[in-house]
């Protein structure tokens, strides 16, 4: 079974330039969560999707993170503009169909953001 | 206090060493525990699911005090393979988990 795919692995990017990051759930993981791994701390989570609605989004600094899930499938998190403070391991996660409080989440390899 | 707590580490231990993590967390309303286990820029994944019953898999253990909010984890046997960061997760309700900011372990020959 193939796991929960990301890309890019790494990016390098200024400060105040916009960058995208693309996660692929397992195959039919309704709930997908992305999460900021910041160096020497736990993960955090921005956001969580059921499908393609979001069920929380208490963590997400919304006046420069967006992401989406349009299709209930794939997602895209996206920072516009980015903050040196952002420089970061994004980590995409997902669920099975019916999440439950003892579901097992599966991470993908992350994406690793410098921002100079 | 955060939600999460746990032990600050590294922990050094030699190889067949016996180590204990411990985790608090502060949310009395919290329904499941985990203990994931990341590698160097590794992804996190699952190691074991804490149980009120406490729990074993192998050489590792885990025990849930719920009147403590308190969760442990021990590794009897240390191998080198062990080295890796633990980290203590808490789900508060829907699938929502919070994780601590972790304990690294390193194991010597």
């Known amino acids: 079974e193939a796991g929960v795919a990301q890309s890019p692995r790494y990016k390098i990017i200024e400060k105040r330039q916009s960058v995208a990051f693309w996660c692929n759930p397992i195959s039919g993981h309704a709930t997908l969560y992305w999460y900021q791994q910041i160096l020497g701390q736990g993960p955090k989570l921005l956001i969580q999707f059921q499908n393609n609605g979001v069920v929380d989004d208490s963590q997400l600094p919304k006046d420069r993170f967006s992401a989406e899930r349009l299709k209930g499938v794939d997602s895209t998190l996206k920072i516009q503009p980015a903050k040196l403070e952002d420089s970061a391991v994004y980590l995409c996660?997902?669920?099975?169909?019916?999440?439950?409080?003892?579901?097992?989440?599966?991470f993908g390899p992350g994406t690793r953001l410098t921002v100079l | 206090r955060k939600e999460v707590e746990q032990d600050p580490g590294p922990f050094n231990v030699p190889e067949g060493a016996t180590v204990a993590f411990n985790c608090t967390y502060s949310n009395s309303a919290s329904q499941s525990f985990f203990w994931y286990r990341q590698d160097c820029r590794k992804e996190p994944k699952l190691l074991m699911s804490?149980?009120?019953s406490g729990n074993e898999d192998g050489r590792f253990t885990a025990q849930l005090n719920r009147a403590s909010q308190y969760i442990s984890l021990l590794i009897r046997d240390s191998k080198l393979s062990d080295s890796a960061t633990y980290l203590c997760?808490?789900?508060?309700?829907?699938?929502?988990?919070?994780f601590g900011k972790g304990t690294m372990l390193l194991v010597s020959p």
């Open positions: 996660a997902s669920s099975s169909a019916r999440p439950t409080i003892t579901d097992t989440q599966y």
């Open positions: 997760v808490v789900n508060k309700g829907y699938s929502t988990l919070t």
């Open positions: 804490v149980y009120s």
